[in-house]
């Protein structure tokens, strides 16, 4: 009879874990725990860990925001996953923002940003529309980008009085003329096609 020999289960401590406190969380709580492990966003007190990117969604991001710092005017500067400290219980990472000129090192803002951009993938697509989206016309933003690469898609949105209004909705190769936050054109195949050998 032959025996069967079963790995050992990996030990907790190498394990990756996250102790998250009890909600209604504050930011000053997210402050007192490590979490360089996940992205962390608070909203109205609940704590959301989102996941990372895929492939395209971080290659959809790199090119946006190389093409976003390019033409951003003086006094703007284009972050990538930084923090934007909306009230003590709500702090939203876009995975874009378009914030004015500071410490270009820093990781929270707790200024308004110009412009924030939220780019979908199958497992955020559905929180980025509906949640995010109404906090930051709650939070008064006055531009938001959704794009979409699997439908190659942007909607752009601005705040008009208390409500976004649809501003521009393109597809593949046409192209969104923007002029807030600043002017720029932008094409969603040109982000999403696949780089060149």
């Given at each position: 009879?032959?025996?069967?020999?079963?790995?050992?289960?990996?030990?907790?401590?190498h394990?990756?874990?996250?102790?998250?406190?009890?909600?209604?969380?504050?930011?000053?709580d997210?402050?007192?725990?490590?979490?360089?492990?996940?992205?962390v966003?608070?909203?109205?007190?609940?704590?959301?860990?989102?996941?990372?990117?895929?492939p395209?969604?971080?290659?959809?991001?790199?090119?946006?925001?190389?093409l976003?710092?390019?033409?951003?005017?003086?006094?703007a500067?284009?972050?990538?996953?930084?923090?934007?400290?909306?009230?003590?219980?709500?702090?939203?990472?876009?995975d874009?923002?378009?914030?004015?000129?500071g410490d270009?090192?820093?990781?929270?803002?707790?200024?308004?940003?110009?412009?924030?951009?939220e780019?979908?993938?199958?497992?955020?697509?559905?929180?980025?529309?509906?949640?995010?989206?109404?906090l930051?016309r709650?939070?008064?933003?006055?531009v938001?980008?959704?794009?979409?690469?699997?439908?190659?898609?942007?909607?752009?949105?601005?705040?008009?009085?208390a409500?976004y209004?649809p501003?521009?909705?393109?597809?593949?190769?046409?192209?969104?003329?923007?002029?807030r936050?600043?002017?720029?054109?932008?094409?969603?195949a040109?982000?999403?096609?696949?780089?060149?050998?």
């Amino acid at each position: 009879m032959k025996s069967v020999v079963q790995a050992p289960a990996p030990l907790r401590a190498h394990r990756p874990g996250l102790v998250l406190p009890s909600p209604p969380v504050t930011v000053a709580d997210l402050d007192k725990i490590v979490h360089d492990a996940a992205r962390v966003e608070i909203l109205d007190g609940l704590l959301v860990a989102r996941p990372w990117p895929t492939p395209l969604r971080a290659r959809v991001t790199d090119r946006l925001r190389t093409l976003l710092t390019d033409t951003a005017t003086s006094g703007a500067q284009v972050f990538t996953s930084v923090q934007v400290e909306l009230s003590p219980r709500c702090l939203l990472v876009p995975d874009i923002a378009v914030v004015a000129v500071g410490d270009p090192a820093r990781r929270r803002i707790a200024e308004t940003p110009f412009a924030v951009v939220e780019i979908a993938d199958a497992s955020t697509r559905r929180y980025d529309r509906t949640l995010k989206l109404d906090l930051y016309r709650e939070f008064r933003i006055p531009v938001c980008w959704l794009v979409d690469p699997d439908s190659a898609t942007i909607e752009a949105f601005e705040l008009v009085g208390a409500d976004y209004v649809p501003a521009g909705v393109v597809r593949g190769d046409d192209r969104l003329v923007a002029t807030r936050p600043f002017p720029v054109t932008v094409t969603p195949a040109a982000l999403i096609d696949p780089p060149e050998d």
